[in-house]
């Protein structure tokens, strides 16, 4: 084949993928992931459609890439105490079952030729969503802030459907002590059903989904939900990446060469966040999230290079603006100590 040095042969998928769009994915959603505190699983199986995987190999591959990320992440949420196991434990129920029923509608769908359309609407729908609540986010902010209220008060009146949901009296109920409530064991478990048949289904850790669900619906503390949820997540994607090797549907080379980019991006993408600041980044986000939904649209009426031009394109832009956000606050910080060492010198002369 010609260009073969540029690409990559999958053994078990049996097509020929363009190696440098892997590693960038793999870079871009661990960069993109570290700087937004979430997992950028939602990119990943749309560009590996558009990089040429059949659906069921993009969704697989995708899970399992999630399970690796997400191991790394729960231990250093876990030193500092962030995961309640407890409540995780608990959640797993519903998120096997779920993640088995979305993953079984996939090979439905495989086996009447229909996975691939189906997919992409239901992506395009759920990245819309997200879209909405990113953008109607930041409107609420400046709203706020055009009349000066603060942000206690805004959060003040968040979201608190969890007081009504943890009326529910259904046995058993259990006390979760890091979390700090007690509630029906029915309540996570019918949550972490709905968010695994989305994981299994769409081939996301789900914490996109969840991550809200633990703090609004569950009634979790923000830092116990992030660490809770990516325990969640490593568990699901493990359970998620044994269920598609069962299905013959992950693609275990496309998942190291992602995972060698992600690891490096992810550092990157962590200690950007140290020097950020504003709303711009939110709106980086959502337009990273209006490229991905244009590039699936693009991708299934056939304009298979417009949709990889669109998608590698976005997520390139948005990591070299994430790149340089760090270089330039590292670099502010280098001149503040230089300036701080200079000024002491001066005064003990």
């Given at each position: 084949?010609?260009?073969?040095?540029?690409?990559?042969?999958?053994?078990?998928?049996?097509?020929?993928?363009?190696?440098?769009?892997?590693?960038?994915?793999?870079?871009?959603?661990?960069?993109?992931g570290?700087?937004?505190?979430?997992g950028?699983?939602?990119?990943?199986?749309?560009?590996?459609?558009?990089?040429?995987?059949?659906?069921?190999?993009?969704?697989?591959t995708?899970?399992?890439?999630?399970?690796?990320?997400?191991?790394?992440?729960?231990?250093?949420?876990?030193?500092?105490?962030?995961?309640?196991?407890?409540?995780?434990?608990?959640?797993?129920?519903?998120?096997?079952?779920?993640?088995?029923?979305?993953?079984?509608?996939?090979?439905?769908?495989?086996?009447?030729?229909?996975?691939?359309?189906?997919?992409?609407?239901?992506?395009?729908?759920?990245?819309?969503?997200?879209?909405?609540?990113?953008?109607?986010?930041?409107?609420?902010?400046?709203?706020s802030?055009?009349?000066?209220?603060?942000?206690?008060e805004?959060g003040?009146?968040?979201?608190?459907?969890?007081?009504?949901?943890?009326?529910?009296?259904?046995?058993?109920?259990?006390?979760?002590?890091?979390?700090?409530?007690?509630?029906?064991?029915?309540?996570?478990?019918?949550?972490?059903?709905?968010?695994?048949?989305?994981?299994?289904?769409?081939?996301?850790?789900?914490?996109?989904?969840?991550?809200?669900?633990?703090?609004?619906?569950?009634?979790?503390?923000?830092?116990?939900?992030?660490?809770?949820?990516?325990?969640?997540?490593?568990?699901?994607?493990?359970?998620?990446?044994?269920?598609?090797?069962?299905?013959?549907?992950?693609?275990?080379?496309?998942?190291?060469?992602?995972l060698?980019?992600?690891?490096?991006?992810?550092?990157?993408?962590?200690?950007?966040?140290?020097?950020?600041?504003?709303y711009?980044?939110?709106?980086?986000?959502?337009?990273?999230?209006?490229?991905?939904?244009?590039?699936?649209?693009?991708?299934?009426y056939?304009?298979?290079?417009?949709?990889?031009?669109?998608?590698?394109?976005?997520?390139?832009?948005?990591?070299?603006?994430i790149?340089?956000?760090?270089?330039?606050?590292?670099?502010?910080?280098?001149?503040?100590?230089?300036?701080?060492?200079?000024?002491?010198?001066?005064?003990?002369?």
């Open positions: 084949m010609e260009h073969s040095f540029w690409y990559l042969h999958m053994p078990i998928a049996g097509v020929e993928i363009f190696w440098p769009g892997l590693v960038l994915i793999g870079f871009s959603v661990g960069t993109i570290g700087f937004f505190g979430m950028g699983a939602w990119m990943v199986t749309p560009g590996l459609n558009i990089l040429g995987f059949p659906m069921a190999f993009a969704i697989g995708d899970i399992a890439h999630i399970a690796g990320k997400s191991m790394v992440s729960t231990m250093r949420h876990s030193k500092f105490g962030n995961v309640d196991y407890k409540l995780g434990f608990v959640m797993l129920f519903g998120t096997m079952f779920g993640i088995e029923i979305g993953a079984q509608m996939i090979m439905w769908l495989e086996r009447l030729g229909k996975v691939g359309p189906i997919v992409r609407w239901v992506y395009v729908g759920f990245l819309a969503l997200i879209s909405f609540m990113v953008f109607y986010d930041y409107y609420k902010a400046v709203q802030k055009k009349a000066g209220r603060i942000d206690g805004k003040a009146e968040g979201i608190t459907w969890y007081k009504t949901l943890h009326k529910i009296n259904l046995p058993p109920m259990i006390h979760f002590k890091t979390a700090g409530f007690t509630c029906s064991a029915w309540l996570p478990i019918g949550v972490s059903f709905i968010t695994g048949i989305l994981a299994g289904f769409l081939g996301i850790g789900g914490g996109l989904l969840r991550m809200p669900a633990l703090v609004y619906l569950i009634g979790c503390p923000t830092h116990i939900a992030v660490g809770t949820d990516l325990f969640e997540v490593m568990i699901s994607g493990l359970y998620g990446a044994f269920t598609y090797t069962l299905k013959g549907r992950i693609e275990l080379v496309a998942v190291f060469v992602m060698t980019g992600a690891a490096i991006g992810a550092q990157i993408g962590t200690v950007a966040t140290k020097y950020a600041k504003g711009g980044i939110r709106i980086g986000f959502g337009c990273a999230v209006v490229a991905c939904m244009a590039s699936i649209i693009l991708k299934q056939g304009f298979d290079v417009a949709a990889a031009v669109v998608i590698l394109g976005a997520i390139s832009a948005i990591c070299v603006y790149i340089s956000i760090m270089f330039k606050g590292a670099a502010a910080e280098l001149r503040d100590k230089k300036e701080r060492e200079r000024a002491a010198a001066a005064f003990q002369n």
